[in-house]
């Protein structure tokens, strides 16, 4: 486990870190989604064959996983890409190729477009793009977002508890909870320009996964033409690297352009 300070105030970001193989110069990053952590979502991809052998970050949000859980920290998805960039920086990881799921992927596209200099590909695993609706009572982002904070902390994080099950909870209990209100409050909210927008406008490779169950990528002929790689995976739902590995893995080696 690596860590690093990424607020005047002395909060860190900590991440799992897998080294490369001989050779490899490359550093793959992964970031996980609302109420996630990259370690359990991402283990097994970072040592799949096809990705394994490059150095590897499972790093943590910050509020998020084993990172710190600082209450004066905004959480906006601007707050979330600088802390990951400062993180990066003193991980001294230069241009990585980012892997990103759900909320990460929408912290990555800002990461990009806030600091190029840290981003050579971008892979974007059923990422938000566009603003949400607060709509109680769905347990994710728009579930979450329809709390006021004083509403969620005195007592509406039980009604999301109840509502996401065990196995999203195992690791959304460990977040802070003003972490995750804020976190989702701000994604429902998005981005100027939207996450959509700045994707559209980053001159490096993309790859965009979906469900393929899911139908069309609403949007997803602009994202082509823009010069988005977007990928239809079968067999899946939202967590497309739990449920179907080997076609995750397949398709990110693809985008990663080590396939």
Not at 129 to 149: F, H, K, Q
Request: hydrophobic fraction near 45%; glycine fraction near 10%; proline fraction near 7%.
């Amino acid at each position: 486990m690596q860590n690093a300070q990424v607020t005047a105030d002395g909060a860190r970001i900590r991440w799992v870190e897998l080294p490369g193989g001989p050779g490899s110069s490359r550093t793959q990053v992964f970031l996980h989604g609302l109420g996630a952590s990259s370690g359990p979502y991402f283990t097994a991809s970072a040592v799949h064959p096809l990705l394994a052998g490059h150095r590897s970050l499972l790093m943590d949000m910050l509020g998020f996983g084993i990172s710190d859980r600082p209450t004066e920290f905004g959480y906006t998805l601007e707050e979330h890409a600088d802390a990951i960039a400062a993180a990066l920086r003193a991980a001294d990881a230069g241009a990585t190729d980012v892997v990103a799921h759900s909320m990460g992927g929408a912290v990555a596209i800002v990461l990009a477009a806030r600091h190029p200099d840290l981003v050579a590909r971008l892979v974007l695993v059923d990422a938000n793009l566009d603003p949400v609706t607060p709509a109680p009572p769905r347990p994710g982002t728009s579930g979450i977002a329809a709390y006021t904070e004083e509403e969620f902390l005195a007592g509406g994080w039980k009604d999301i508890r109840d509502r996401v099950g065990p196995h999203w909870w195992a690791t959304m209990r460990l977040g802070g909870r003003e972490a995750l209100h804020r976190s989702a409050m701000n994604l429902a909210r998005g981005t100027t320009p939207t996450m959509r927008e700045l994707l559209l406008e980053l001159r490096i490779p993309r790859t965009y996964l979906r469900p393929e169950a899911d139908g069309p990528l609403p949007g997803g002929d602009a994202l082509v033409r823009s010069g988005v790689r977007v990928v239809a995976v079968p067999e899946c739902g939202h967590n497309i690297m739990l449920d179907n590995p080997e076609a995750f893995a397949k398709e990110t080696a693809r985008g990663l352009e080590l396939a």
